[in-house]
């Protein structure tokens, strides 16, 4: 049974999985209510809601035995529990002892919640780590009561420990709460039809979802947890992978206008290139190019690497689409970058008579309406813009191609709007974040992938160095020599959400002091988000014609300077930031043919930054950047904000099963053999499931009635 599984008939007998958590003696309305508020509404929720990890009472050390820095599992009966008032704030302390000794608990979080869940006489089951301050303690560790006469050993229970949220907590709902409740609730449930065959689940080792739910949360033995994990974790993925899969196969058959012609535009434009293309440019633009040919929308991701040449493959694409009598139209995540995307555009349109125009938030009202107008009238063929262009009142004639570049930095909704401007248009996105392997094919397993993985051969790598701030002025000195011999210089200050107004407030006072000392002779700019549109753009153009030495920033300019002139990039507090955005920072030098330097200013120096920053000392690899940035942050903050919610697993850890999703989507292409009416019509079961969990990723794809 899964997160979001079909609603599966279960015995008369047995209570109805889909009824509310009221259902169960002891969950009265406030309970009800807290459980609402964490997601959890049916049954079928609380018995999805797993286990945050397990206290194992089948290897218990005894207190005596305890030594620093070790994992361990005690048993003892407290001797004294109480609050303790500490310099910030009070704190919950317990103290056990068994018959070889005592150690001290300690509880930060939580206290007041901890300190009515623990009195003296309890016996307790408590796993943590061991640490040495003035005595023994375990500081946060994992308990579970045990009942009087109740001996860990000989029951030998792996006990599960759940997430207790606030609301939880605040309507006495706790571990021993969540653990009653929900063995009441599988003793109801007698069986779960598993929508797996007897022979599906032979052929990849897994066991019923029966026997998986009551294992999860009460497992009779390591074995049986890991087989319980295993099942679950092999479901979430399989159902994850079908989804995508089918949205490929719905996708790959929506029809759509071929771009045969390669036409007179694209030659123009193609000769107006002053360098050659890669092989791998080259590779790409072919796929590209068979895409467009097809009866059907192209939907194909373009990844690669900072300064690897994909604005002139989508050049080439959205004169492809020109040439054919279509329009096009290009969004990028930020002004900056469509400013830069434009000009880039507009360069090659001018040399193939092409007519192009820019399209942000914050225009002129007369301007903006003459550019909707000419739009709507084809007197466009490409538009370049920001979030502008998905506005209701924007018309396209013929909509051919759609190119949505930092495609990870929009929602899925707002790349749909802009397609929906068109009668299925092509699709286009591309990423400058190169995304390892496993993950690309579930989190673009919708999209046909292409890859430059060739920098251009006049390329010289940059050199990145970590300094400490002790170091700045040989660095401040070095920059200045730069400017001397008519380079230009870019430093780059963290600003995030949380601390915005201090990040800016320290930007601007740097500002002020390398302007009035170490660069008091040189032109100094400073560029930030809270600037108006105008300043803005003036600035770049500064920097842009080198009437600007050295810019100053916060990372707005993360993507969307192109200055081939620029050799030095400073990044301020580069422990604040993540290894793929330092990356992406570090691509705004080595864009000409001279050598650039990235120095990366380590203020707070801990092991993880040390380790991060050395990274990228030691390569100019996104992919092997990408690899260690998603080690370090997970998927998630991996791909930002946007996208929270996008994989909504339980269980499965995108990182840790790279063999199992292999395993899961063979299986699901196997199942779904490109053709979701057969998936439906042999599997009804698992097309039902299908359904269930992802309709509002299938709905708009599927055929109505």
Known sequence: MERNGSKYTVPEKALNIYSPTSALKGIGPAKFSALKEIGIETLFDLINYFPRKYLDRTSITPIGSAKTGTEINLVGKVEAAGLVKGRKRSFFKAIISDKSGMITLIWFNGARFISKSIKVGDRLAVSGKVE???????????????????????????????????????????????????????NEIETVPDYFS???????????????????????????????????????????????????????????????????????????????LTKAQKRVLKQIKDDLSQPYAMNRLLQGDVGSGKTIIAILAAAISVSNKFQVAIMAPTEILANQHYKSFKKYADSAQISCALLVGGMPAGKR?????????????????????????????????????????????????????????????????????????????????????????????????????????????????????????????????????????????????????????????????????????????????????????????????????????????????????????????????????????????????????????????????????????????????????????????LLLDGKMIKEARTAAETMLNNDIDTLRNTHDKIYSELISAYKDRLNQLLPKG
Do not use: W
């Open 369 to 653: 309406k003459k550019i909707l107008t000419a739009l709507k009238n084809h007197k466009i063929d490409m538009i370049v813009g920001t979030h502008a262009l998905i506005q209701k009142d924007i018309e396209f004639s013929s909509l051919g191609l759609v190119i949505v570049d930092e495609q990870h930095r929009f929602g899925v909704n707002q790349r749909n709007t802009l397609v929906q401007k068109g009668v299925n248009p092509h699709l286009l996105s591309m990423t400058a974040t190169p995304i390892p392997r496993t993950l690309a094919i579930t989190y673009h397993g919708d999209m046909e992938l292409s890859i430059i993985d060739e920098l251009p051969k006049d390329r010289i790598p940059v050199v990145t160095k970590m300094v400490s701030e002790k170091r700045l002025n040989r660095v401040y000195s070095f920059m200045v020599d730069e400017v001397k011999a008519g380079r230009q210089c870019i430093i780059v200050y963290p600003l995030i959400e949380e601390s915005e107004k201090s990040d800016l407030s320290a930007a601007i006072d740097m500002y002020n002091t390398l302007s009035e000392n170490e660069f008091k002779d040189l032109r100094v700019g400073l560029l930030h988000g809270r600037q108006d549109k105008s300043e803005k753009e003036k600035i770049m153009q500064n920097f842009s014609e080198n009437k600007i030495n050295i810019l100053l920033s916060t990372t707005v300019i993360e993507v969307g300077i192109d200055v081939p002139n620029a050799t030095v990039m400073l990044i301020e507090n580069a422990e604040r930031f993540g290894l793929t955005q330092l990356h992406q920072l570090r691509g705004r030098v080595g864009r000409g043919n001279k050598k650039s330097y990235c120095i990366l200013v380590q203020r707070k120096i801990n092991e993880h930054s040390k380790k991060r920053l050395k990274i990228m000392e030691s390569t100019n690899d996104g992919f092997k950047i990408s690899d260690e940035d998603l080690k370090m942050r997970g998927p998630g903050e991996f791909f930002g904000i946007k996208q929270s919610g996008f994989f909504n697993f339980k269980i499965a850890d």
């Open 132 to 186: 040495f301050y003035n005595n023994l303690q375990i500081v946060h560790p994992e308990f579970d009561k045990l009942k009087e006469n109740e001996d860990p050993l000989s029951s030998g229970i792996i006990s599960p420990i759940y997430s207790i949220p606030a609301p939880l907590k605040a309507n006495k709902i706790d571990n021993l709460f969540l653990k009653k409740i929900i063995r009441s609730l599988i």
């Open 198 to 276: 007897d022979k599906f689940r032979k052929e990849h080792s897994l066991i019923l979802i029966s026997e998986a739910l009551k294992q999860i949360h009460f497992p009779s033995t390591s074995n049986a947890l890991n087989n319980a994990i295993n099942r679950l974790k092999f479901s979430e993925h399989f159902f994850f992978q079908l989804m995508m899969l089918s949205r490929k196969s719905l996708l790959d058959k929506l029809p759509s206008k071929p771009l045969i012609k390669t036409g007179v535009q694209t030659k123009l434009v193609y000769n107006t290139i002053d360098f050659e």
